[in-house]
């Protein structure tokens, strides 16, 4: 059953600690994204990758940080510099070359307590 | 850039009654137009994409939207609600030489019996 996997749904994490959220897709797309969803405000990109190995930053990558060493995963830190963690994160994947047709992940909560 | 604006953020709705959802685009260039739902602490799901041709595009649970050129506009409606369509519903809008989506702030639409 093809998709993609996010965890975990629910993080807590204290001020100052830098966490890793999971994103894994078998869907065999190129393109993987991370949003960041606050109410109200949409979702908003903070980076994506076209191939292995290659990334690019989004409108608000300051603070974050991710990887792309295979194709089928993406994972994204929150760094201890983003000031405001507290939020909905999501990952998606996509095709290149054709329209671009996004398929999301069930999303990670992140807390900062 | 492209951006997109959705010109209600709440629509309260009864059940049966017909929903209209709206949203502007902003482009210099050719779009691909897309509506996604996001149902409470999931993910977001495809609910209808204009790609090219018939102005009309038909989706998932009965919605169907139009694209306006001339009028920027790409809004989404259904002829009768149930309580189950109640979530938040996302316009996003990528130019056709790009693979990035530029979403909405969301309406949320709350359908009571």
């Known amino acids: 059953d093809g998709g993609i996997t996010q965890s975990p749904k629910y993080l807590f994490r204290k001020e100052g600690q830098n966490v890793t959220l999971s994103c894994e897709q078998n869907l065999n797309h190129d393109a993987m994204y991370w949003y960041r969803q606050d109410p109200g405000q949409g979702l908003r990109l903070i980076y994506y990758?076209?191939?292995?190995?290659?990334?690019q930053k989004g409108d608000i990558a300051e603070g974050y940080s991710v990887s792309r060493e295979k194709k089928e995963s993406f994972p994204l830190t929150v760094t201890s510099a983003q000031k405001n963690p507290t939020a909905f994160y999501l990952c998606?994947?996509?095709?290149?070359?054709?329209?671009?047709?996004?398929?999301f992940g069930p999303g990670t909560r992140l807390t900062v307590l | 850039a492209q951006s997109v604006t959705q010109l209600d953020s709440q629509v309260p709705v009864f059940e049966e009654a017909p929903v209209e959802l709206r949203c502007n685009y902003s482009?210099?260039?050719?779009?691909?137009l897309f509506w996604y739902v996001q149902y409470p602490n999931q993910g977001l799901q495809l609910l209808l994409k204009y790609l090219s041709g018939s102005t009309l595009v038909k989706g998932i649970n009965g919605f169907e939207a139009e694209f306006n050129k001339s009028q920027t506009s790409f809004h989404v409606r259904k002829p009768s609600v149930h309580i189950s369509d109640t979530a938040e519903y996302f316009c996003a809008v990528s130019a056709t030489n790009d693979y990035k989506l530029s979403f909405g702030a969301g309406t949320t639409v709350t359908v009571r019996a």
């Open positions: 990758s076209q191939i292995v190995n290659d990334f």
């Open positions: 482009s210099s260039v050719s779009v691909y």
């Open positions: 998606a994947s996509s095709i290149l070359g054709t329209y671009n047709e996004q398929f």
